[in-house]
């Protein structure tokens, strides 16, 4: 079965800095998606970034970039120019790509993200 | 089309109670997920729907849980006989098909208090 590992239950920033959240996963699967949805105190989950993990280029988002180390299994999110409303939980999130009626998103813990002004 | 609405955004109920939500997703989302999520914790998969078929249901979910698209458009997720540890935040999502990564886009949640 898969797993997702978010080793860091918090961390700050500050503003205008940079911060780099880790997940690492556990998979005997080739082809999947990775996902960092954010969850602001609103507790309305938003998607940040996604990689396919056929891709050998990290995914960028603005000021929002993923460093995919698939031999390593690992998945980091950096931010950049941190801002005051990037303070959120950040959770890291896999999907199997093969076909059929497995759906659903595998969850880390989370990671609770402060920014300090 | 505003995003995935649910309803009501919090129920306080007490035990032995039975409570339904109600998630209405966008409008050309034909998957619809259910997750609940406890404090300090990722969502944990409850069940999932392709149209109005309910196609997967987690373990999680007990004989008092029981969730329906009947039109496949909005769907109900309903709680018989609630207990203190149904205390949750229910989430629902919601995506489409023809997107090979099946983004999902989350509602706000309903929150679930048990007394």
């Given at each position: 079965a898969q797993t997702v590992t978010q080793s860091q239950p918090e961390m700050s920033v500050q503003e205008a800095e940079t911060v780099t959240l880790s997940c690492t996963y556990d998979t005997s699967e080739s082809d999947y998606y990775l996902f960092w949805y954010k969850q602001p105190p609103s507790r309305q989950m938003i998607l940040v970034i996604r990689q396919e993990a056929y891709k050998q280029q990290n995914a960028t988002e603005n000021r929002f970039s993923v460093n995919f180390q698939k031999a390593a299994k690992s998945f980091s999110l950096k931010i950049s120019d941190s801002q005051l409303g990037d303070a959120a939980m950040y959770f890291c999130a896999y999907r199997s790509a093969r076909a059929g009626n497995n759906r659903k998103l595998i969850w880390g813990l989370g990671t609770s993200l402060a920014v300090n002004p | 089309d505003t995003g995935v609405s649910q309803n009501p955004r919090h129920k306080i109920t007490k035990r032995g109670q039975n409570v339904t939500f109600r998630c209405d997703p966008i409008s050309e989302h034909n998957?619809?997920?259910?997750?609940?999520?406890?404090?300090?914790?990722?969502?944990?998969?409850?069940?999932?729907?392709?149209?109005?078929?309910?196609?997967?249901?987690?373990?999680?979910?007990?004989?008092?849980?029981?969730?329906?698209?009947?039109?496949?458009?909005?769907?109900?997720?309903?709680?018989?006989?609630?207990?203190?540890?149904?205390?949750?935040?229910?989430?629902?999502?919601?995506?489409?098909?023809?997107?090979?990564?099946?983004?999902?886009?989350?509602?706000?949640?309903?929150?679930?208090?048990?007394?």
């Open positions: - | 998957r619809l997920y259910w997750y609940r999520q406890t404090l300090g914790q990722g969502p944990e998969f409850l069940t999932y729907f392709q149209n109005e078929a309910q196609l997967e249901k987690s373990r999680l979910l007990s004989d008092r849980f029981s969730a329906e698209r009947p039109k496949g458009s909005f769907s109900t997720l309903e709680i018989q006989r609630t207990e203190q540890g149904d205390s949750a935040m229910y989430l629902c999502a919601s995506s489409r098909s023809l997107s090979g990564a099946n983004v999902l886009t989350f509602g706000a949640g309903s929150r679930l208090t048990v007394l």
